[in-house]
């Protein structure tokens, strides 16, 4: 492993500083993807630069029903944060779905958004709940910052400072997780915003995180579940490896998106 130097960051000026005098630095949060990649020589960073102690970073409020988390709010205090619970349980429940505890205890949400895996929970939910993405210098709607696998919209060091999305009427999350990793095989969020349903469907397609327009308006004409059992994904560049083919995959969508509207409606 290359040595490289650690900075723990304390201010957004003590940040600018070390960017200008960095060679190639790299923000670090929970460390859970950067680390392994780092380990495996695949991003060799000369510096690491901290950001979970930055200011405004690590807080969650709920005001009415807007919410707020900060980028550096790990998995676990999503999960255990009652005023969150009351008002978005399946965001919660997300948050609980996500890998082992001890990557819940370390990841973070902004950690995690940005580096965009394409069967990473939490872009699912956000896709299903409107959510936009604020950096320190622009906010950003959630479907204009995900673009495709490992790919973000964000400028080199551009940093997410929270997620903001105003809670649902009800919503659900149904996971099918890899057997090894924990992943989403395929995960589907369904929300319901003032009457109209939005479905994030992460994990089954190469192209990252996709909304279903196609399911939202089945749902929203009250159409028979075995309309929803037909769904079609010919436009979609749908995952096929050694753990499922591309039909494995799709039905798994149809499954789940059925279990979370099975939920949603009664
Ligand atoms: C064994 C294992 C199982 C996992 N299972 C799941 C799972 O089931 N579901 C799931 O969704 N995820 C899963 N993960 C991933 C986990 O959620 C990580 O927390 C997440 O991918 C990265 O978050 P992090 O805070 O650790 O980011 P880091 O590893 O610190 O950083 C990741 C990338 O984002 C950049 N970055 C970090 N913070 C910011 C910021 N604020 N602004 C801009 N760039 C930033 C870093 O420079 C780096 O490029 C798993 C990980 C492991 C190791």
Known sequence: ??????????????????????DDAKYISGGMTLLPSIKLGLTLPS???DVTALPGMNDITVEA???RIGAAVTHARIADNAALQAICPAFCDLAR??????????GTIGGSLANNDPAADYPAALVALDSSIETESRTI???DFLLGMFETTLDEHELVTAITFDAPDTARYEKFPHPASGYAMAGVFLSRISGAYRAGVTGASGQGAFRCEDLERLLDAGSPMAEIASLRFDDLDIFEDRFGSRAYRENLIRVLARRAAVYLTV
Not at 1 to 22: G, I, N, Q, V
């Open 141 to 143: 709607a959630i479907e």
């Open 1 to 22: 492993m290359r040595p490289f130097t650690y900075h723990r960051l304390l201010s957004h000026e003590a940040r600018l500083d070390a960017l200008k005098t960095c």
């Open 47 to 49: 510096d690491l630069l």
């Open 65 to 67: 029903r807007r919410v």
């Open 97 to 106: 779905q996500i890998g082992d505890r001890h990557v819940r205890n370390r």
